[in-house]
């Protein structure tokens, strides 16, 4: 019995329970357990903590490697505008079409059809090459596939694609229109055309200006881009960043397009029932240098500037290499009245008369007795009258426009104070128009110093040297105004983009010319050249014309080439407006009239006066005491208005018209 309870009984501890091994061992394993699933626990939140630091990481890597959204934001190039307000150039928006490859290609079963099908049916590309594109480009994000998408296009797509990607979610397609967007651009707009193309010139694609108003002020009329940023935040998520465009100043130019729009109507009449190799107009405000119109029969579309079409056949095109092309686009793009030169004849007689009053050369009652030509340097050197005029005074000389009286004029004034004043005109410098390509005619000129007589000679009547338009224009504007030369101007204003004045330009005064007392005696002079003399083509009914013709013999002589001119001013005793105009080598077999000229400069003005409101004043008393008597000019210079004068002035085609040398600059 005593052995059998000792095996039978458990063992008691020290506080009297009893221990049963079991229990102990059951405690051990799920401490142990507790212990085991905490260490698991513990790693596995390790590994995910590891895990989103690594993916991170990762993905700060990945999209490092991306292009994000960052990109240019173009600026509005600044508006031209005429004198009245009128937009003659601005910039419209239009569009980009940007493609994104890489997107399309991520499901190309999802967006590949879709995309290319409606690029073809709202924009009509080829198919082929759309998918070429995106093939090529296949890990690009953006291809820039299109320029110039307009507004309504835009909108075209837009809801094209809406209405596609409706009708695959209706019909459980799995396609959709992705990876095609927009971003928006500038394309430069001349709303009319080709008018005052070669004041305006025109903005390249590359954003700059070539020619005209384009060039010469681009500084102005460009802005600064802006830009959009794309970068990663400390969360991954991707933040943007956009600094905003400056636009570009809007321009004022001293054109008026109404007064421009009538210049070119009457040169196009003119080119199309004659024609002529060049045919060109300057309308200038005498008073203040601006130019309100100016315009060759050298016209071209602003908005296709490198359109040959109106100038050579396809054939001539297809026979140019790049080089002939460039030519061709520049000789047309080449602003005639400020670029070109040429001799120019009778109008500088104008000149040659102020300059020897003001030396105190003349007086103005001298008389000249004309006998068809004079003989100098071994030359027999004609007028336009091969009887001659007979005795002839000052005015009569400019009214039936003398060139021995001229001559003889110069002779009495040297060739000291002749050539002094060429250059107190202006001629041989530039007038700084802030027109580009003026051309240079610092060679093209005489001096004191190299002149021989028949070159004074010559010189006298606008023979043997050249000058620009806009240098005659700006000399003849100074003598009629009173003798203020002022520099030519195109532009008056300088506007902020929002339109507020930023620089008036204002009228510069460069030098005085001639004194009142001249401009008196001349501008009666040339009033009666138009009412009585060879300008007579050039009245415009009920208003007192003042002006000057011109017939200049081309160089090389005798070929019986002209140029022929005629320059005016209204009201003839205090001119409010000027007008010159030329035609180069009239397409006649009687060229050398100057007639072709005058009338053409008459059907201008007969529209721009009343425009100008300018009135009438054909009875208005010319005030003889405001002649400069005390230098012993006096009305007898109208004793003679009994005499029959010629109305034109035209050089016979006899053949002895040849003139002794050559143009200053010619064959030196």
Same mark, same amino acid.
């Given at each position: 019995?005593?052995?059998?309870?000792?095996?039978?009984?458990?063992?008691?501890?020290?506080?009297?329970?009893?221990?049963?091994?079991?229990?102990?061992?059951?405690?051990?394993?799920?401490?142990?357990l507790i212990m085991i699933v905490i260490a698991f626990a513990a790693?596995?939140?390790?590994?995910?903590?590891?895990?989103?630091?690594?993916?991170?990481?990762?993905?700060?890597?990945?999209?490092?490697?991306?292009?994000?959204?960052? !990109?240019?934001?173009?600026?509005?190039?600044?508006?031209?505008?005429?004198?009245?307000?009128?937009?003659?150039?601005?910039?419209?928006?239009? %569009?980009?079409?940007?493609?994104?490859?890489?997107?399309?290609?991520?499901?190309?079963?999802? %967006?590949?059809?879709?995309?290319?099908?409606?690029?073809?049916?709202?924009?009509?590309?080829?198919?082929?090459?759309?998918?070429?594109?995106?093939?090529?480009?296949?890990?690009?994000?953006?291809?820039?596939?299109?320029?110039?998408?307009?507004?309504?296009?835009?909108?075209?797509?837009?809801?094209?694609?809406?209405?596609?990607?409706?009708?695959?979610?209706?019909?459980?397609?799995?396609?959709?229109?992705?990876?095609?967007?927009?971003?928006?651009? %500038?394309?430069?707009?001349?709303?009319?055309?080709?008018?005052?193309?070669?004041?305006?010139?025109?903005?390249?694609?590359?954003?700059?200006?070539?020619?005209?108003?384009?060039?010469?002020?681009?500084?102005?009329?460009?802005?600064?881009?802006?830009?959009?940023?794309?970068?990663?935040?400390?969360?991954?998520?991707?933040?943007?960043?956009?600094?905003?465009?400056?636009?570009?100043?809007?321009? #004022?130019?001293?054109?008026?397009?109404?007064?421009?729009?009538?210049?070119?109507?009457?040169?196009?009449?003119?080119?199309?029932?004659?024609?002529?190799?060049?045919?060109?107009?300057?309308?200038?405000?005498?008073?203040?240098?601006?130019?309100?119109?100016?315009?060759?029969?050298?016209?071209?579309?602003?908005?296709?500037?490198?359109?040959?079409?109106?100038?050579?056949?396809?054939?001539?095109?297809?026979?140019?290499?790049?080089?002939?092309?460039?030519?061709?686009?520049?000789?047309?793009?080449?602003?005639?009245?400020?670029?070109?030169? %040429?001799?120019?004849?009778?109008?500088?007689?104008?000149?040659?008369?102020?300059?020897?009053?003001?030396?105190?050369?003349?007086?103005?009652?001298?008389?000249?007795?004309?006998?068809g030509f004079e003989e100098i340097g071994g030359w027999k050197i004609?007028?336009?009258?091969?009887?001659?005029?007979?005795?002839?005074? #000052?005015?009569?000389?400019?009214?039936?426009?003398?060139?021995?009286?001229?001559?003889?004029?110069?002779?009495?004034?040297?060739?000291?104070?002749?050539?002094?004043?060429?250059?107190?005109?202006?001629?041989?410098?530039?007038t700084a128009i802030d027109l580009p390509g003026e051309a240079d005619?610092?060679?093209?000129?005489?001096?004191?110093?190299?002149?021989?007589?028949?070159?004074?000679?010559?010189?006298?009547?606008?023979?043997?040297?050249?000058?620009?338009?806009?240098?005659?224009?700006?000399?003849?504007?100074?003598?009629?105004?009173?003798?203020?030369?002022?520099?030519?101007?195109?532009?008056?204003?300088?506007?902020?983009?929002?339109?507020?004045?930023?620089?008036?330009?204002?009228?510069?005064?460069?030098?005085?010319?001639?004194?009142?007392?001249?401009?008196?005696?001349?501008?009666?002079?040339? !009033? !009666?050249?138009?009412?009585?003399?060879?300008?007579?083509?050039?009245?415009?009914?009920?208003?007192?014309?003042?002006?000057?013709?011109?017939?200049?013999?081309?160089?090389?002589?005798?070929?019986?080439?002209?140029?022929?001119?005629?320059?005016?001013?209204?009201?003839?005793?205090?001119?409010?407006?000027?007008?010159?105009?030329?035609?180069?080598?009239?397409?006649?077999?009687?060229?050398?009239?100057?007639?072709?000229?005058?009338?053409?400069?008459?059907?201008?003005?007969?529209?721009?006066?009343?425009?100008?409101?300018?009135?009438?004043?054909?009875?208005?008393?010319?005030?003889?005491?405001?002649?400069?008597?005390?230098?012993?000019?006096?009305?007898?210079?109208?004793?003679?208005?009994?005499?029959?004068?010629?109305?034109?002035?035209?050089?016979?085609?006899?053949?002895?018209?040849?003139?002794?040398?050559?143009?200053?600059?010619?064959?030196?």
């Amino acid at each position: 019995m005593k052995s059998q309870d000792k095996i039978g009984t458990n063992k008691k501890n020290k506080g009297g329970s009893v221990s049963n091994p079991p229990d102990i061992l059951q405690r051990r394993l799920i401490i142990i357990l507790i212990m085991i699933v905490i260490a698991f626990a513990a790693l596995f939140i390790n590994i995910l903590l590891l895990q989103r630091k690594k993916e991170v990481e990762y993905n700060q890597k990945i999209l490092s490697q991306q292009r994000y959204d960052s !990109r240019d934001i173009p600026y509005k190039r600044g508006d031209i505008l005429d004198r009245n307000g009128t937009y003659i150039a601005t910039s419209e928006k239009v %569009y980009n079409l940007i493609l994104d490859p890489k997107q399309i290609n991520t499901e190309q079963d999802k %967006y590949l059809n879709a995309s290319v099908g409606i690029l073809k049916d709202v924009f009509g590309y080829n198919e082929e090459e759309i998918r070429k594109t995106i093939a090529d480009k296949s890990d690009s994000s953006y291809v820039k596939y299109a320029n110039d998408i307009t507004y309504e296009q835009k909108v075209a797509f837009e809801e094209k694609k809406e209405e596609y990607n409706k009708w695959y979610k209706d019909h459980k397609k799995n396609e959709s229109v992705n990876g095609i967007w927009f971003e928006e651009s %500038y394309q430069r707009k001349y709303p009319y055309g080709s008018t005052a193309c070669n004041v305006l010139g025109f903005a390249g694609n590359d954003g700059d200006g070539y020619t005209g108003i384009e060039q010469s002020y681009n500084d102005e009329l460009v802005g600064v881009s802006g830009r959009e940023y794309g970068y990663l935040n400390d969360e991954s998520s991707l933040e943007r960043v956009i600094k905003n465009p400056t636009d570009g100043n809007k321009v #004022v130019s001293t054109i008026d397009l109404n007064i421009q729009k009538i210049v070119e109507k009457h040169i196009n009449e003119w080119q199309s029932s004659v024609g002529s190799n060049m045919t060109a107009a300057i309308v200038m405000n005498p008073n203040n240098g601006e130019i309100l119109a100016m315009a060759t029969s050298r016209a071209f579309d602003l908005n296709n500037p490198r359109d040959l079409n109106n100038y050579y056949s396809p054939e001539q095109q297809a026979g140019m290499d790049d080089k002939a092309k460039v030519d061709a686009l520049n000789n047309i793009w080449r602003n005639y009245a400020v670029s070109d030169t %040429y001799e120019p004849g009778s109008p500088s007689k104008v000149f040659t008369v102020a300059s020897a009053m003001e030396e105190g050369a003349i007086n103005g009652n001298e008389t000249y007795n004309c006998r068809g030509f004079e003989e100098i340097g071994g030359w027999k050197i004609r007028c336009a009258n091969r009887n001659g005029h007979g005795i002839i005074n #000052v005015t009569e000389a400019l009214m039936e426009s003398c060139n021995v009286a001229m001559m003889d004029i110069s002779r009495t004034e040297g060739s000291q104070n002749f050539y002094r004043y060429q250059k107190v005109f202006g001629f041989g410098s530039k007038t700084a128009i802030d027109l580009p390509g003026e051309a240079d005619t610092s060679t093209l000129i005489h001096t004191a110093d190299n002149a021989g007589a028949t070159d004074l000679a010559t010189n006298s009547f606008g023979q043997n040297y050249n000058v620009t338009m806009v240098q005659l224009v700006s000399a003849y504007a100074s003598v009629v105004n009173g003798g203020s030369y002022y520099k030519p101007h195109i532009v008056k204003q300088i506007l902020n983009p929002k339109g507020a004045i930023i620089k008036n330009i204002e009228p510069e005064l460069v030098r005085e010319t001639v004194s009142a007392h001249t401009t008196a005696f001349i501008n009666e002079a040339l !009033r !009666r050249t138009v009412a009585e003399g060879t300008g007579s083509a050039a009245a415009v009914a009920g208003y007192d014309v003042g002006g000057k013709t011109g017939t200049a013999e081309k160089y090389p002589r005798g070929n019986g080439n002209y140029l022929v001119s005629f320059i005016g001013s209204v009201p003839a005793q205090s001119p409010e407006v000027v007008c010159y105009v030329l035609i180069d080598t009239p397409h006649l077999g009687d060229q050398a009239r100057s007639a072709y000229a005058s009338s053409l400069f008459s059907k201008i003005m007969t529209e721009v006066l009343p425009y100008m409101n300018i009135y009438s004043n054909v009875d208005e008393d010319i005030d003889v005491s405001a002649f400069p008597s005390a230098e012993g000019i006096s009305d007898a210079n109208t004793a003679g208005e009994s005499k029959s004068y010629s109305t034109e002035e035209v050089i016979p085609n006899d053949g002895k018209s040849d003139l002794p040398g050559a143009p200053a600059g010619e064959g030196e």
